[in-house]
């Protein structure tokens, strides 16, 4: 039997199942009959020859130059390089690959340490797959609670942390400390003069111990909700309507302060409240608008009554006044005089009297 190997390619040779030897380029022949066997393969990439296991191939000095061999201990991933080149993640414990043409190399990551090192760089983690490990971002005004097995064991301040999950089940919690607001709309209240009214509240607050809230409160915004609907029952609940249609601001101040005393129990810190709307029933709003009507129009009647006293004293001190002075009576006099002409087209005039004697006698005798 005539076997031909080429260059790049390495020849496996067996007798009766049994390796005997590897052979390199060349023609080589080996009598079929007498039960050799010869299996040609590449020698580029893993060793893919598997009828005779790798330690009884790694006793033959050619093959074991040829090749090189890694195995990947438990609590380690490999990537594999080759000529220098990253190319892929290690799937298996153990490789065997020709080193004759291209050179391959095995970088080894321990997960030992929970909390990945900078080590791993963003090229590595592109061939690592995401089971093996938990990304936790936690961005500027935002606070990480870092679990391991679910018990708390440190706060993350802003960045990006990854860790292994091979010695730990690694979880986060990530909990906003920006200002945020909380809006209570349509809250129904039972005034003091028992009038049922709705009301609109907003208030802003903010996280002050994101660990406080992660081991003591479920569901913080719920809590927040109903603790502010009580603030505002119990503090509008003491005033009648026209109470707290008149004093909106100082209730509000009053609410305000009630929930300070609440913060430390909800580990936040409220930054303000106060009451946005007060929504009355329809019927109430009817009264009401009848009622400032009624008020409006009284206090139209009083300022023309007053204006009325005015001009009838102005009269009065004007009439003492010509009274009094002749003088200033005939000014007066002249002054009608002065707006009669003016609403005259043509006055004639006849006689040996004046013009003004005339006049003043048509005047006199039109009163």
């Given at each position: 039997m005539r076997?031909?190997?080429?260059?790049?390619?390495?020849?496996?040779?067996?007798?009766n199942?049994?390796?005997?030897?590897i052979?390199?380029?060349g023609?080589?022949h080996?009598a079929?009959m007498?039960?050799?066997?010869?299996?040609?393969?590449?020698m580029?990439?893993?060793?893919?020859?598997?009828?005779?296991?790798?330690?009884i191939?790694?006793?033959?000095?050619e093959?074991?130059?040829?090749t090189?061999?890694?195995?990947?201990?438990?609590?380690?991933?490999?990537l594999?390089?080759?000529?220098?080149?990253?190319?892929?993640?290690?799937?298996?414990?153990?490789?065997v690959?020709?080193?004759?043409?291209?050179k391959?190399?095995?970088?080894?990551i321990?997960?030992?340490?929970?909390e990945?090192?900078n080590?791993?760089?963003?090229?590595?983690?592109?061939?690592?797959?995401?089971?093996?490990y938990?990304?936790?971002?936690?961005?500027?005004?935002?606070?990480?609670?870092?679990?391991?097995?679910?018990?708390?064991v440190?706060?993350?301040?802003?960045?990006?942390?990854?860790f292994?999950?091979?010695?730990?089940?690694?979880?986060?919690?990530?909990?906003?400390?920006?200002?945020?607001e909380?809006?209570?709309?349509?809250?129904?209240?039972?005034?003091?003069?028992k009038?049922?009214?709705?009301?609109?509240?907003?208030?802003?607050?903010?996280?002050v111990d994101?660990?406080?809230?992660?081991?003591?409160?479920?569901?913080?915004?719920?809590?927040?909700y109903?603790f502010?609907?009580?603030?505002?029952?119990?503090?509008t609940g003491n005033?009648?309507?026209d109470?707290?249609?008149?004093?909106?601001?100082q209730?509000?101040k009053e609410i305000?302060?009630k929930?300070k005393?609440?913060?430390?129990?909800?580990?936040?810190?409220?930054?303000?409240?106060g009451?946005?709307?007060?929504?009355?029933?329809?019927?109430?709003?009817?009264?009401?608008?009848?009622?400032?009507v009624?008020?409006k129009?009284?206090?139209?009647?009083?300022?023309?009554?007053?204006?009325?006293?005015?001009?009838?004293r102005?009269?009065?001190?004007?009439?003492?006044?010509?009274?009094e002075n002749?003088?200033?009576?005939?000014?007066?006099?002249?002054?009608?005089?002065?707006?009669?002409?003016?609403?005259?087209?043509?006055?004639?005039?006849?006689?040996n009297?004046?013009m003004m004697?005339?006049l003043?006698?048509?005047?006199?005798?039109g009163?």
């Open positions: 076997t031909i190997i080429k260059d790049n390619e390495i020849g496996f040779v067996t007798k199942g049994k390796f005997e030897k052979v390199k380029a023609t080589y080996f079929a007498l039960g050799y066997k010869v299996v040609i393969e590449e580029k990439g893993e060793v893919s020859y598997n009828e005779t296991p790798v330690q191939l790694e006793k033959n000095e093959f074991k130059n040829a090189v061999h890694f195995n990947i201990p438990d609590g380690y991933l490999g594999i390089y080759v000529n220098g080149v990253l190319k892929a993640f290690a799937v298996k414990d153990e490789y690959f020709w080193n004759e043409f291209d391959y190399e095995m970088k080894l321990s997960m030992d340490n929970t990945m090192g080590d791993v760089t963003k090229q590595m983690l592109s061939m690592i797959p995401m089971k093996y938990t990304t936790v971002i936690v961005r500027e005004g935002q606070e990480g609670l870092l679990y391991y097995n679910n018990t708390l440190k706060k993350l301040a802003a960045g990006e942390y990854r292994w999950n091979y010695k730990n089940n690694v979880t986060a919690e990530v909990i906003d400390l920006k200002q945020t909380l809006n209570i709309v349509g809250q129904e209240i039972l005034t003091k003069d009038i049922g009214i709705r009301m609109n509240l907003s208030c802003v607050y903010r996280i994101a660990e406080g809230v992660a081991k003591n409160i479920n569901n913080l915004a719920n809590q927040l109903s502010t609907q009580l603030v505002i029952r119990e503090m005033y009648k309507l109470e707290i249609l008149e004093m909106k601001e209730i509000s305000f302060a929930m005393e609440g913060e430390k129990a909800l580990f936040v810190e409220f930054v303000s409240a009451i946005k709307d007060i929504i009355l029933p329809g019927e109430i709003k009817d009264i009401m608008n009848t009622v400032l009624a008020e129009s009284a206090q139209a009647n009083v300022i023309a009554r007053r204006e009325e006293v005015a001009s009838t102005s009269l009065l001190n004007t009439a003492k006044l010509m009274d002749k003088t200033l009576y005939k000014l007066k006099e002249l002054e009608y005089l002065e707006k009669i002409c003016e609403q005259v087209g043509e006055i004639s005039v006849g006689g009297a004046g004697e005339e003043t006698k048509i005047f006199a005798m009163r």
